[in-house]
Nanobody, 117 residues
Protein backbone atom coordinates (compact mmCIF):
# COMPACT_ATOMS: atom_id res chain seq x y z
CA UNK A 1 0.00 0.00 0.00
CA UNK A 2 1.39 3.38 -1.02
CA UNK A 3 1.75 5.89 1.78
CA UNK A 4 2.96 9.47 1.81
CA UNK A 5 3.82 10.84 5.24
CA UNK A 6 4.37 14.57 5.65
CA UNK A 7 6.07 16.35 8.52
CA UNK A 8 7.39 19.77 9.41
CA UNK A 9 4.35 22.04 9.47
CA UNK A 10 3.61 24.46 12.26
CA UNK A 11 3.22 28.08 13.29
CA UNK A 12 5.72 30.69 12.18
CA UNK A 13 5.86 34.47 12.17
CA UNK A 14 5.80 36.42 8.91
CA UNK A 15 9.24 36.47 7.38
CA UNK A 16 10.16 33.20 9.01
CA UNK A 17 11.07 29.81 7.54
CA UNK A 18 9.75 26.28 7.67
CA UNK A 19 10.83 23.04 6.07
CA UNK A 20 8.44 20.28 5.02
CA UNK A 21 9.34 16.66 4.39
CA UNK A 22 7.34 13.94 2.66
CA UNK A 23 8.46 10.32 2.65
CA UNK A 24 6.83 7.81 0.31
CA UNK A 25 6.66 4.12 1.04
CA UNK A 26 7.31 1.37 0.22
CA UNK A 27 10.87 2.22 -0.71
CA UNK A 28 10.59 0.13 -3.88
CA UNK A 29 8.20 2.59 -5.47
CA UNK A 30 9.27 3.92 -8.86
CA UNK A 31 8.16 7.53 -8.64
CA UNK A 32 8.23 10.03 -11.45
CA UNK A 33 7.09 13.43 -10.23
CA UNK A 34 6.65 14.54 -6.64
CA UNK A 35 5.22 17.79 -5.49
CA UNK A 36 3.58 20.01 -2.93
CA UNK A 37 0.10 21.50 -3.13
CA UNK A 38 -1.79 23.61 -0.64
CA UNK A 39 -5.35 24.41 0.26
CA UNK A 40 -6.48 27.38 2.31
CA UNK A 41 -9.97 27.52 3.85
CA UNK A 42 -12.56 28.31 1.19
CA UNK A 43 -10.06 27.86 -1.63
CA UNK A 44 -9.30 25.10 -4.08
CA UNK A 45 -6.18 23.04 -3.76
CA UNK A 46 -3.38 24.71 -5.72
CA UNK A 47 0.05 23.76 -6.95
CA UNK A 48 3.01 25.02 -4.94
CA UNK A 49 5.93 23.21 -6.55
CA UNK A 50 6.77 20.00 -8.36
CA UNK A 51 9.96 18.15 -9.17
CA UNK A 52 10.56 15.33 -11.63
CA UNK A 53 12.77 12.33 -11.07
CA UNK A 54 15.44 14.06 -13.13
CA UNK A 55 15.27 17.20 -11.00
CA UNK A 56 13.25 19.51 -13.24
CA UNK A 57 11.30 21.90 -11.01
CA UNK A 58 8.18 23.99 -11.44
CA UNK A 59 6.88 26.64 -9.03
CA UNK A 60 3.75 28.67 -8.59
CA UNK A 61 4.45 32.32 -9.31
CA UNK A 62 3.43 33.22 -5.76
CA UNK A 63 6.29 31.22 -4.23
CA UNK A 64 9.09 31.69 -6.76
CA UNK A 65 12.24 32.95 -5.12
CA UNK A 66 10.99 32.05 -1.64
CA UNK A 67 10.36 28.29 -1.74
CA UNK A 68 12.73 25.55 -2.86
CA UNK A 69 11.69 21.99 -3.67
CA UNK A 70 14.17 19.13 -3.67
CA UNK A 71 14.10 15.35 -3.49
CA UNK A 72 16.15 12.32 -2.62
CA UNK A 73 15.29 9.62 -5.15
CA UNK A 74 17.00 6.89 -3.15
CA UNK A 75 14.77 7.64 -0.17
CA UNK A 76 11.62 8.51 -2.17
CA UNK A 77 11.51 11.72 -0.18
CA UNK A 78 10.64 15.25 -1.24
CA UNK A 79 11.38 18.43 0.67
CA UNK A 80 10.03 21.96 0.60
CA UNK A 81 12.10 24.75 2.10
CA UNK A 82 9.92 27.79 2.68
CA UNK A 83 11.53 31.15 3.38
CA UNK A 84 10.16 34.67 3.75
CA UNK A 85 6.79 33.25 4.66
CA UNK A 86 3.71 35.44 4.35
CA UNK A 87 0.29 35.19 6.01
CA UNK A 88 -1.16 34.24 2.63
CA UNK A 89 0.99 31.11 2.67
CA UNK A 90 -1.21 29.79 5.47
CA UNK A 91 -2.80 26.54 4.30
CA UNK A 92 -2.78 22.79 4.62
CA UNK A 93 0.13 21.53 2.54
CA UNK A 94 -0.24 18.20 0.75
CA UNK A 95 2.43 16.00 -0.73
CA UNK A 96 1.77 14.31 -4.07
CA UNK A 97 3.55 11.51 -5.91
CA UNK A 98 2.99 10.21 -9.44
CA UNK A 99 4.20 6.70 -10.21
CA UNK A 100 6.53 6.30 -13.15
CA UNK A 101 4.81 3.67 -15.28
CA UNK A 102 1.18 3.51 -14.21
CA UNK A 103 0.71 7.24 -13.79
CA UNK A 104 -1.20 6.57 -10.59
CA UNK A 105 -0.97 9.42 -8.11
CA UNK A 106 -1.20 9.55 -4.36
CA UNK A 107 -1.68 12.20 -1.70
CA UNK A 108 -0.40 12.60 1.80
CA UNK A 109 -2.64 13.43 4.73
CA UNK A 110 -1.63 17.09 4.80
CA UNK A 111 0.26 19.24 7.26
CA UNK A 112 -0.87 22.63 8.54
CA UNK A 113 1.29 25.68 7.95
CA UNK A 114 0.19 28.85 9.72
CA UNK A 115 1.96 32.18 9.21
CA UNK A 116 0.86 34.67 11.81
CA UNK A 117 2.24 37.17 14.28
Amino acid sequence: QVQLVESGGGLVQPGGSLSLTCAASPSTLNINAMGWYRQAPGNQRELVATITRGGYTNYADSVKGRFTISRDNAKNTVYLQMNSLKPEDTAVYYCNAVLRYSGAYYWGQGTQVTVSS
